[in-house]
């Protein structure tokens, strides 16, 4: 049994953005360390913290500064001690953490696919011609201009919850929402149909959530060893390679998705040019432990294959 469990006189305090979405990651990594540790709920604070880019709401990411906007306060606030762990949505952190910090505890995924969400239309393809769609996700706007270069695509920035008003208030026809977003915050009645993974793939490590500690913290090491899902893990260290080897920023419209076939592991990745005029793919096999090489090698190759002047909008 472990020495030093948190308790409602010495919490172990969970750090998370302070959305809906962000603080049902948050209660579920809190329901699964009290299931584990047999821990009642007041031996856990869950610390909401603003970030720069929960402020930052009409400019799109790659204008102020990518993906980092969502972690900064909050890295800082598990550096300096005043929380215990940090609970992330894993599309959405870089691939590199600040010195003195890990990342390596990751939930079982949930539903990796995107959800179409319209109040009239029942697919992606049956949107009119012109249609307006909304999305803040680089990698979603390429991939609709590659599919639809009719579509007419705005930014929508925000949580769930802010993008669904805009839609009902007719910003936009249609916009795309993660369906693990929806499944955890119960909002599964907005979803159109899910797009396939064939037809939209999805960001790197979409539907995983991860937890951050600090490397020194042995006690919280312990108890993360609980919660780690070692298939989502595998599937993880070969997509952030794949995406480490070619732009971890939100500046870069990228998709790739690893699934585990007995012992080995398929990974499908692609570029796009960000107005969707040209789309590369490329994929590979390799055994579960070389699941990063795997990764780096597919991005190799895109990057090999990408005719000049393709990577410039980087």
């Known amino acids: 049994m472990m020495q030093n469990l948190p ?11 302070g959305s809906p979405l962000a603080l049902a990651q948050a209660y579920e990594t809190r329901s699964r360390l009290m299931a584990a540790f047999d821990l009642e709920e007041a031996a856990f604070e869950i610390v909401v913290i603003t ?26 606030d598990m550096l300096s001690g005043k929380i215990d762990i940090a609970v992330h949505s894993m599309k959405d952190m870089p691939v590199e953490q600040p010195e003195g ?11 990796v696919r995107d959800a179409f969400v319209s109040p009239s239309v029942a697919r992606l393809a049956d949107l009119r011609q012109g249609a307006v ?17 009719d579509l007419q695509v705005v930014e929508f ?42 037809e939209m793939l999805p960001a790197v490590a979409q539907g ?36 480490a080897a070619l732009d971890g920023s939100c500046e870069t419209p990228i998709g790739g998705l690893a699934v585990l076939e007995g012992g080995n592991i398929y990974l499908r990745g692609e570029i796009l040019r960000p107005d969707g005029s040209e789309c590369l793919t490329d994929e590979g096999r390799a055994p579960i432990e070389d699941g990063a090489e795997l990764g780096r090698a597919v991005a190799g190759r895109l990057r090999d294959r990408a ?7 980087m």
């Open 133 to 149: 769609v909304g999305t803040s996700s680089l990698r979603r706007r390429a991939q609709l201009l590659n599919f639809r270069p």
């Open 101 to 111: 910090l890990l990342l390596d505890t990751y939930l079982p995924r949930e539903d």
């Open 51 to 76: 970030t720069s880019g929960d402020r930052i709401q009409d400019r799109p990411l790659k204008e102020v500064g990518g993906k980092g906007l969502f972690t900064k306060e909050i890295e800082e």
């Open 208 to 243: 995983a959530i991860g937890i951050e500690r600090r490397v020194d913290d042995m006690r919280v090491a312990e108890m993360l060893e609980a919660l780690h899902d070692v298939k989502t893990g595998q599937r993880l260290a070969a997509e952030r390679a794949f995406l």
């Open 7 to 17: 308790s409602p006189a010495s919490p172990l305090k969970i750090g998370t953005r």
């Open 307 to 313: 005719p000049d002047g393709f990577f410039d909008w």
């Open 157 to 198: 920035r925000g949580n769930v919850q802010t993008r669904l008003k805009k839609l009902a208030d007719g910003v936009a026809e249609a916009t795309f929402l993660a369906m693990a977003g929806l499944v955890r915050l119960g909002r599964m009645d907005v979803v159109q149909s899910p797009v396939e993974v064939d």
